[in-house]
C-alpha cells in the first residue's frame, strides 16, 4: 500500500498536488513543510496568494501552526486532535458534570452546552445551555434547576477561564461557527481521493506501491481540472490530506 499527501483548492475539485510519502507509518505531521515547500518550488507564482491551509488534527499543534505561518505566510486551520485527551471532572462551574475532550461543559442532565464566543477582556469562553426540539432552554424542565440556576434565570450560562481549557485557541476556538465553516470546505479533499482511486484509477495498475503509485500521479493531474497560470485568489484557502490505500 502506500500514504499520499494531498493538495488541493479548499471548496474546489481542483488538485494542485499529491505526492506519495516513502514512508507510510511516519507521522502526518512531519510531511505539511516538506510537501508545502515542493508546491511553492514547482508554482512561485502562487506563494503568497494562499492564506489559509486546512489540515487534520495530526497538525493541531501551535508550534506547527506558528513555523507555517512564518515560512508560508498562510494561517494553519486543523481539526481538533482531541485523542490523547480524556474528558475532565475536575474544577467544574456549578451544575455541571464534565468537559468533554474537546472542551464542552455537559451538565448534570448530560446536555452539552453551546459555544458562544469568548470574552477577552477577563480571558473566559463563553457557553450556554441549548434549547430543546421545540426551541425551549432545557433548563426550563429541569429537574436539577434549583441547584443549577441562579434566581430569576430561565437558562444556564457558563464561563469558563482560557487557562482552563488551554488546548483552545481564543483568536479562533475550533467550537466557534467561523472554524467549523471553514473546515467544511476541506471535505472536498475526500472527493480526490475518490476520484484518485476509482474515477481515474489505473486498473492495470496490480501493485500498490509508493512507486507505482507515483508513476501513476501524472496521469491523474492530466486528467483533473487543474489551473495553475490563472491570477492569484485572494484568501485561497488549500486543503491536505494524507490517505492510504
Known amino acids: 500500500g502506500h500514504k499520499a499527501s494531498t493538495l488541493s483548492?479548499?471548496?474546489?475539485?481542483?488538485?494542485?498536488?499529491?505526492?506519495?510519502?516513502?514512508?507510510?507509518a511516519s507521522h502526518d505531521s512531519r510531511s505539511l513543510k516538506p510537501h508545502l515547500k515542493r508546491f511553492f518550488g514547482r508554482h512561485p507564482d502562487l506563494e503568497g496568494g494562499v492564506t489559509r491551509v486546512l489540515d487534520d488534527g495530526a497538525l493541531d499543534d501551535a508550534g506547527i501552526k506558528a513555523e507555517v505561518l512564518?515560512?508560508?505566510?498562510?494561517?494553519?486551520?486543523?481539526?481538533?486532535n482531541s485523542r490523547a485527551r480524556k474528558p475532565s471532572h475536575k474544577d467544574l462551574p456549578r451544575g455541571m458534570d464534565h468537559f468533554t475532550s474537546l472542551g464542552v461543559p455537559?451538565?448534570?442532565?448530560?446536555?452539552?452546552?453551546?459555544?458562544?464566543?469568548?470574552?477577552?477582556i477577563d480571558e473566559r469562553f463563553l457557553f450556554r445551555a441549548p434549547d430543546d426540539a421545540?426551541?425551549?432552554?432545557?433548563?426550563?424542565?429541569?429537574?436539577?434547576?434549583?441547584?443549577?440556576?441562579?434566581?430569576g434565570s430561565e437558562r444556564r450560562h457558563v464561563t469558563v477561564p482560557f487557562e482552563r481549557l488551554p488546548f483552545l485557541d481564543p483568536d479562533l476556538p475550533y467550537l466557534s461557527r467561523r472554524f467549523q465553516n471553514a473546515m467544511a470546505r476541506r471535505t472536498v479533499i475526500e472527493r480526490h481521493h475518490k476520484l484518485?482511486?476509482?474515477?481515474?484509477?489505473?486498473?492495470?495498475?496490480?501493485?500498490?506501491?509508493?512507486?507505482?503509485?507515483?508513476?501513476?500521479?501524472?496521469?491523474?493531474?492530466?486528467?483533473?481540472?487543474?489551473e495553475l497560470r490563472?491570477?492569484?485568489s485572494a484568501g485561497s484557502a488549500v486543503g491536505v490530506s494524507r490517505n492510504a490505500e
Open 9 to 24: 483548492l479548499a471548496g474546489q475539485e481542483v488538485l494542485l498536488d499529491a505526492v506519495a510519502m516513502s514512508d507510510a
Open 230 to 232: 490563472g491570477p492569484r
Open 134 to 151: 421545540e426551541g425551549t432552554p432545557v433548563c426550563a424542565d429541569c429537574p436539577r434547576a434549583e441547584e443549577c440556576l441562579r434566581a
Open 70 to 80: 512564518a515560512e508560508f505566510g498562510a494561517e494553519l486551520y486543523a481539526s481538533p
Open 196 to 226: 484518485m482511486t476509482f474515477d481515474y484509477g489505473d486498473a492495470r495498475r496490480t501493485t500498490l506501491g509508493i512507486a507505482t503509485f507515483q508513476a501513476h500521479i501524472p496521469n491523474i493531474s492530466d486528467v483533473l481540472p487543474v
Open 106 to 120: 455537559v451538565c448534570g442532565e448530560g446536555y452539552p452546552f453551546d459555544f458562544l464566543g469568548c470574552r477577552h
